[in-house]
């Protein structure tokens, strides 16, 4: 792939422009990239510093091609960042800084796409740099906690299960938003311990529940991209129920379509050894993924959380209203659980029940909550004269 790659960007440049590691190519050294899947490329003698912009589009020109590998179309993009001579740095070193900053910057956009480098932007990977230092410290010293949002059956109005989602609570900061770390966690790699302590909080505090006289819950985790490919996954999981004592049918990990489909004989074998366990597979956010629905004969999944992006117009837009009824539909007729997320009005709770979807979880019912306001709310629906929470 890389050398493929390799050979389309040289397509892509003049016979003065050079390719590069870092350190100006020797003669006849026209190919090389800086590590992993970065490049650099070297333009010289360019007439304005926009013009590095129509490279940079032919290059993304060139990469939109389909790739083929082994008899396989592979698809990919780029994001590219652009440093210029001398307004941005006056040696090799500064250059290759602010063009990696730009190249960050490409990313958060959104990716396939090129960004100049500006001098605001080194503000920004400044606090990108202290956002990540801070994170690395946040599980030493204990700054996660766990909120829960209540599923709900509303045939009988019973709390039947709750969906963990971690918090960061920064001395400094105060609780920050998980939009701003977890995308930084699954960059760095982070989100792999994160990951972990959310799976063992979760099954502790279920069980702490359960101990406390209330009825049995499912609890429901994600499992990020990064924890479903590593090896370790299916120990993970077994090292947090059999710690909390918690039944491992009654734990569901939540998984999206993107992660599903990344290599789905791997997936197969991955979740075929959870199921072994007992543990409850769902596809979470279904419907925002890819549009092969042909995963869910041949995955062993047992629920589908339709998405709220669909849910929330559901009473206004007819597009929403005719997926989300064929989703349920679907749902019932391959025999899979189905639940709506982002339930937020009495209206969508009616128009859901009419399709025949029963499980739900949103604002409606509640935010998601530390979980001593759980239990209050567990409390509530039991009649439960105590309170208790896990600790550990």
């Avoid at 006849?28 to 490279?55: H, N, P, Q, S």
């Avoid at 940079?56 to 990469?63: G, H, K, V, Y």
């Avoid at 063009?99 to 990977?125: P, V």
């Avoid at 042909?294 to 709220?308: C, E, H, M, V």
Wanted: hydrophobic share 45%.
């Amino acid at each position: 792939m890389l050398q493929a790659v390799a050979e389309r960007l040289k397509r892509c440049l003049r016979s003065s422009d050079t390719l590069a590691r870092g350190e100006v190519a020797a003669a006849g050294d026209t190919v090389a990239r800086l590590g992993g899947d970065e490049f650099i490329v070297l333009l010289t003698d360019m007439a304005r510093g926009e013009d590095a912009a129509k490279v940079a589009r032919r290059i993304l020109e060139a990469l939109a091609d389909p790739f083929r590998l082994d008899e396989q179309e592979v698809f990919i993009t780029g994001s590219l960042g652009i440093s210029v001579f001398p307004h941005d740095g006056e040696d090799a070193d500064t250059l290759l800084k602010n063009a990696d900053t730009a190249m960050y910057h490409a990313k958060d956009a959104g990716r396939n796409g090129y960004q100049f480098y500006s001098g605001s932007m080194n503000a920004a990977a400044f606090q990108r740099l202290s956002m990540e230092n801070n994170l690395r410290r946040a599980l030493e010293r204990d700054e996660f906690l766990l909120h829960f949002q209540p599923q709900v059956d509303v045939a009988t109005g019973a709390i039947v299960g709750a969906e963990a989602l971690v918090r960061w609570r920064h001395p400094e900061l105060g609780l920050v938003s998980p939009a701003d770390f977890i995308p930084l966690a699954e960059e760095t790699g982070l989100i792999l311990p994160i990951g972990e302590w959310v799976l063992r909080r979760a099954c502790v505090q279920a069980r702490a529940w359960q101990d406390a006289g209330y009825p049995p819950l499912h609890m429901a985790v994600n499992i990020s991209g990064r924890q479903f490919r590593q090896q370790l996954l299916v120990r993970s999981v077994e090292q947090a129920v059999a710690a909390a004592g918690y039944d491992p049918r009654r734990l569901e990990l939540e998984i999206t379509e993107s992660v599903l489909m990344r290599s789905a004989e791997e997936t197969v074998r991955t979740l075929r050894h959870l199921k072994e366990m007992g543990s409850r597979i769902s596809v979470d956010d279904f419907g925002t993924g890819y549009s092969s629905l042909n995963y869910l004969t041949r995955f062993p999944i047992d629920a589908l959380k339709i998405d709220q992006s669909f849910v929330r117009d559901i009473t206004t837009d007819p597009a929403d209203a005719a997926i989300t009824t064929a989703v349920i539909a679907m749902a019932a007729g391959l025999k899979l659980e189905v639940i709506a997320e982002g339930v937020e009005t009495p209206e969508q709770v009616a128009f859901l029940r009419r399709q025949g979807c029963h499980l739900m979880q949103g604002y409606h019912f509640s935010r998601p909550v530390p979980a001593e306001e759980f239990e209050k709310l567990l409390q509530a629906k039991a009649g439960a004269p105590r309170l208790s929470q896990a600790t550990g």
